[in-house]
């Protein structure tokens, strides 16, 4: 078995932050979740293993130098991840688009994400409705674009 040094573990510590959304590329473990399974990053050990809480519910870590896996990046992975999100919960603290706290009207979560399947603050929702309208959807704003993605998934 490998081991990381501590400035690889630094490194790794600082490419997968607890809270972050991970992809499953390869991991040799015969109970191990189906290649391309989201999870959230529970952080690194000492030893550079990812921690990892896998969608599926299994909490098989990802081994260094054995294992693979990549923080969440393509749209179309980001919107696995915001679908599941939108599940698993009512309304956070914050939009998950904007970042907005609900202090006003605009920014209580009562609308639905036209790109997503969750909750966003009103003033999101209509502009995606504007962009939907004005552009065809064409100029929308991306999924990795989104405070709760660019923020590393944590609220």
Same mark, same amino acid.
Request: glycine share 10%; proline share 4%; aromatic share 6%.
């Given at each position: ?18 809270g972050c959304r991970i ?30 809480? %896998?969608?599926?519910?299994?909490? +098989?870590?990802?081994? $260094? ?16 991840? +915001? ?21 006003? $009207? ?28 004005? %552009? ?9 674009? %989104?405070?709760?993605?660019k923020g590393g998934w944590?609220?």
């Amino acid at each position: 078995m490998n081991f990381a040094d501590q400035k690889m573990v630094k490194k790794l510590r600082k490419e997968f932050p607890v809270g972050c959304r991970i992809v499953l590329d390869e991991m040799d473990d015969r109970q191990a979740p189906p290649i391309g399974t989201q999870g959230t990053c529970n952080g690194v050990d000492d030893a550079g293993n990812i921690l990892v809480s %896998w969608d599926t519910g299994s909490h +098989l870590n990802v081994a $260094y130098g054995a294992d693979s896996c990549h923080r969440v990046a393509t749209d179309a992975e980001v919107k696995v991840s +915001l679908d599941r999100l939108g599940k698993t919960r009512q309304t956070g603290p914050r939009c998950p688009r904007c970042g907005a706290k609900p202090d006003c $009207y605009d920014h209580q979560q009562q609308a639905l994400s036209r790109r997503a399947d969750i909750q966003i603050c009103n003033r999101c929702g209509t502009e995606e409705a504007l962009e939907d309208i004005a %552009w065809g959807g064409q100029q929308k704003m991306h999924l990795a674009d %989104w405070a709760i993605v660019k923020g590393g998934w944590v609220e």
